[in-house]
């Protein structure tokens, strides 16, 4: 492949299961920049919070859809969601925005506005890019293509220890319930579900370390 063609790395697969940090692992390694698409969809809900508006009606939210204004910049190779023009990085990760965000991802107007953004950010530099639908819908012909996963069992102590870092004690089994229910959204709604592309290779990174990850990832990408 040129060296000095644009391309793009799809990755796909479930809640917790660690694409981002291989994804901004990989990222640095090839001098890239890393689009991490779910944080279109939380800085989306952030909007609906504000607005009062709840995440699953779809009729209040498809009436005030051009009223939330998100974009994106990169600062130094990092990410920054902006909503109304005000960066909101540290208000996305909350529980209650997780699951504003995984319920107002079914609605296929607020995807199609989500896809058109990661579109334009991805059109002139490349990115690797991970979501739930980037392999499948939003670059289809992507020439690298990923599906990372894990058990749900390993995917909640993952996320009970990164919840730990910041000194907040879970409970695993309700953690575990909370990313069964986000898989059951994600894998079940009508437009663009999250499904492995036939022409994906498929990472189960339940017995991986994070590193044996990143290497298996980059093994694949011919430059
Ligand atoms: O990856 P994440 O947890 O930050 O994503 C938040 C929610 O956004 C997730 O529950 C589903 C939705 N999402 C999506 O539907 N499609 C994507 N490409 C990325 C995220």
Not at 1 to 7: F, I, S
Not at 58 to 65: E, H, Q, V, Y
């Given at each position: 492949?040129?060296?000095?063609?644009?391309?793009i790395i799809a990755v796909d697969g479930p809640a917790g299961a660690g694409k981002s940090t291989v994804c901004s692992d990989v990222a640095k390694k090839l001098g890239i920049l890393h689009l991490d698409t779910g944080a279109t969809y939380r800085t989306f809900a952030l909007g609906l919070i504000k607005k009062g508006i709840d995440a699953s009606d779809?009729?209040?939210?498809?009436?005030?859809?051009n009223d939330i204004n998100i974009s994106i910049e990169f600062e130094n190779n990092t990410q920054?969601?902006?909503?109304d023009g005000v960066n909101v990085n540290g208000m996305i990760r909350t529980n209650e925005v997780s699951a504003a965000?995984?319920?107002?991802?079914?609605?296929?107007?607020v995807r199609l506005k989500m896809v058109d953004?990661?579109?334009?950010?991805?059109?002139?530099?490349?990115?690797i890019v991970d979501g739930r639908?980037?392999?499948?819908?939003?670059?289809?012909?992507a020439p690298y293509?990923?599906?990372?996963?894990?058990?749900?069992?390993?995917?909640?102590?993952?996320?009970?220890?990164?919840?730990a870092e910041k000194g907040i004690v879970s409970d695993i089994e309700q953690l575990e319930k909370e990313i069964?229910?986000?898989?059951?959204?994600?894998?079940n709604r009508k437009m663009a579900p999250l499904r492995i592309a036939d022409d994906a290779v498929l990472i189960d990174t339940t017995h991986m370390t994070q590193k044996e990850v990143v290497d298996k990832v980059l093994s694949y990408i011919k430059l």
């Open positions: 492949m040129d060296k000095n063609k644009l391309y779809s009729d209040a939210i498809k009436n005030i859809l920054i969601m902006y909503l965000a995984s319920a107002c991802a079914v609605i296929p107007e953004l990661q579109r334009q950010t991805a059109q002139k530099i490349s990115m639908d980037i392999c499948t819908y939003v670059f289809p012909d293509k990923f599906y990372i996963t894990a058990d749900v069992s390993e995917r909640a102590k993952r996320r009970a220890a990164q919840l069964a229910a986000r898989d059951h959204n994600d894998m």
